[in-house]
């Protein structure tokens, strides 16, 4: 059935608007490689990035809600995404049911993730903010890459990580210059490794949303 998700294949460039806010929205998308982000349109012009889409992630699922997307997804590198519609997804709950248990489990764990942003952008400093950004990304990238891969390349802008973490991409930049001063992390380019992954987690307050508990999931039907 995933594999039926995934039969078309379409490669879009970075700066690809996919789905537009406030706009119908009939496709969802399986990413198979590179980098999105979704985000909304606030009041001053400006824009809130909700949520970095790395390869796995599933695209457009908000707009099962509701008849026009309630957010604006575009490609921040070149990607390979898969196109499917509704009704694919539909037949997924009703001949597959545990799958679509695991989707349900991956979808509350997005909104923890997404609860976890918004207290550490009301509520914590801007190092702590630039810090939990990382820390979700790398954890993320872990499932992908193996649990030991603390070296990535993260393809954001400072103005894009300050629409992430409601900073200025000054201010970003003097965060993660920070804690590239205090040996927490290093930093080539785009190109960051964790130094110390502990410290940065606590400094950020951080918890691993990216596993879900898979006991009380339907059996399997034979």
Same mark, same amino acid.
């Given at each position: 059935?995933?594999?039926?998700?995934?039969?078309?294949?379409?490669?879009?460039?970075?700066?690809?608007?996919?789905?537009?806010?406030?706009?119908?929205? %009939?496709?969802?998308?399986?990413?198979?490689?590179?980098?999105?982000?979704?985000?909304?349109?606030?009041?001053?012009?400006?824009?809130?990035?909700?949520?970095?889409?790395?390869?796995?992630?599933?695209?457009?699922?908000?707009?099962?809600?509701?008849?026009?997307?309630?957010?604006?997804?575009?490609?921040?590198?070149?990607?390979?995404?898969?196109?499917?519609? %509704?009704?694919?997804?539909?037949?997924?709950?009703?001949?597959?049911?545990?799958?679509?248990?695991?989707?349900?489990?991956?979808?509350?764990?997005?909104?923890?993730?997404?609860?976890?942003?918004?207290?550490?952008?009301?509520?914590?400093?801007?190092?702590? %903010?630039?810090?939990?950004?990382?820390?979700?990304?790398?954890?993320?990238?872990?499932?992908?890459?193996?649990?030991?891969?603390?070296?990535?390349?993260?393809?954001?802008?400072?103005?894009?990580?300050?629409?992430?973490?409601?900073?200025?991409?000054?201010?970003?930049?003097?965060?993660?210059?920070?804690?590239?001063?205090?040996?927490?992390?290093?930093?080539?380019?785009?190109?960051?490794?964790?130094?110390?992954?502990?410290?940065?987690?606590?400094?950020?307050?951080?918890?691993?949303?990216?596993?879900?508990?898979?006991?009380?999931?339907?059996?399997?039907?034979?």
């Amino acid at each position: 059935m995933l594999d039926r998700l995934e039969a078309q294949q379409r490669n879009i460039r970075r700066g690809t608007v996919l789905i537009s806010e406030g706009e119908p929205a %009939r496709e969802l998308y399986v990413v198979q490689k590179g980098w999105l982000q979704s985000s909304i349109l606030l009041g001053n012009g400006g824009r809130q990035i909700m949520r970095i889409n790395l390869p796995g992630d599933i695209l457009g699922c908000t707009s099962l809600a509701f008849d026009d997307s309630p957010e604006t997804v575009t490609a921040l590198t070149e990607a390979t995404i898969c196109p499917f519609d %509704r009704e694919r997804l539909a037949i997924l709950f009703a001949e597959h049911p545990r799958l679509a248990a695991v989707l349900f489990g991956l979808t509350v764990a997005e909104r923890a993730q997404l609860a976890d942003r918004l207290a550490s952008i009301g509520r914590t400093s801007a190092r702590a %903010r630039v810090a939990s950004l990382l820390c979700e990304i790398f954890s993320r990238l872990r499932l992908v890459n193996g649990p030991d891969s603390d070296v990535t390349h993260i393809p954001l802008t400072q103005e894009e990580i300050g629409d992430a973490t409601g900073l200025t991409a000054v201010h970003v930049n003097r965060m993660i210059r920070n804690l590239v001063e205090d040996g927490i992390i290093e930093r080539s380019g785009n190109s960051f490794r964790l130094l110390d992954r502990k410290r940065l987690e606590s400094e950020a307050n951080f918890t691993d949303r990216s596993k879900i508990a898979t006991g009380w999931l339907p059996p399997a039907k034979a």
